[in-house]
């Protein structure tokens, strides 16, 4: 069995031999330091911090004897088409002047519409109608229920209606006049 | 003037306590942070200003981009119940073992018809392949499903029902998925539940952002 010479006073030192220097135990620790702190900047700023959040959703009851009256004067409908359009017209259509009434914006312009509607109408009258084409997205649909809240439209005073193919044809004629794929 | 030694002190201090607290805050953050449990469907839900946190305990719908539905019941309480009242009501004659092995399965993605055969199966289909909860109008199974979901939960505080009843899609999913979803909903004469959303800030200058300093001033 091999041995390790432990006994270190197995020779005295002679006067040429110098004593062994004793070398200190401490270690430097500020590359260490660095290391940890770096790792805790990069965990912070990695982590997002991506708590999901939940929107209330009331659905009206389909109960046809509680229809409510919209008044023209108070009526906003906005559309929601392909390719994140969104286009609105107040109080009712008319024939004639389907051209002028009927606009097109965009998610950024909308906002400023609905927030000049609602300042522009009695609070009583107010009527936001929203309706979805069948090629828009589910982001469409909250967002604009999301626009809803951030301009402070009061619950009631907007709701999801169905679309009627006038306005779908409608829809799909602005659609190819501007080349919306 | 006799000469005033100031004895040299080093300059190296003690980096040991520094390097506790760095590695103290590390171990910290690393444990403190919760861990996002590995989503099975890839879906990116839509943002909404609403700041109230989803719950962890929930039955959700789930539609991924290509609108197939998936249910994922929460409620380990209520799970065997929602599946049992199912079972019968639906008359899909599973066994007792067949309904345990359903009661184990996270995510429900599957026809009513299919689910016998899938149980036999000895491997569990990926919920990526699955086929999806049928929800065209003319049978629409989510809304036998939330039937069970009600069965199960009647005589409990409905508002507690209201507050775990998610829906959580993916932005670029179509409309008509989101309106079966809806549909299926009111069939069973539930008119209020959730959406999942990822929370965004409130943009400057909006009449909500005004509301709120409003009310803080």
Known sequence: MAELDTSGGGH?????????KKLSTRVDLTPMVDLGFLLITFFVF???MSQATAMNMNEPKDDP???LKVKNSGAMTILLGKGNQVYYYFGELVPETISQEFKSTSFKGIRQIIVDKKKATPIGDLMYLIKSDSTSTFNNSIDILDEMSISAVPPGHYAEVEITPVERMLIQKTEEANGIK | MPKVKIPRKSTTVDMTAMCDVAFLLLTFFILATKQKPPEALAVKPPSSISSKAAPDESILITFTNDGKVF??????????????????????????????KLKKTEFIGLPL?????????????????MDGIPTDSTNNELSYWLRSVT??????DQKKLEQILLVKGDGNAKYPVFKRIKAAFKQNEIFKF???????DIPLGSEVYKESREANK
Do not use: C, F, W
Not at chain 2, 77 to 86: M, S, V, Y
């Open chain 2, 71 to 100: 249910l994922l019941l929460g409620d380990e309480t209520k799970k065997g119940a929602i599946i049992e009242d199912l079972n019968t009501t639906r008359n899909l004659g599973l066994t007792p073992q067949e309904l345990v």
């Open chain 2, 113 to 129: 018809n299919q689910l016998k055969s899938a149980l036999a199966l000895q491997k569990e289909i990926p919920a990526a392949q």
């Open chain 2, 194 to 200: 959730r959406i999942v959303t990822n929370s965004k």
């Open chain 2, 151 to 156: 069965n199960a939960y009647a005589g409990e």
């Open chain 1, 65 to 67: 004897e509680q229809q």
């Open chain 1, 12 to 20: 005295k030192a002679g006067p040429g031999v110098k004593k062994p």
């Open chain 1, 46 to 48: 990695t982590t997002t």
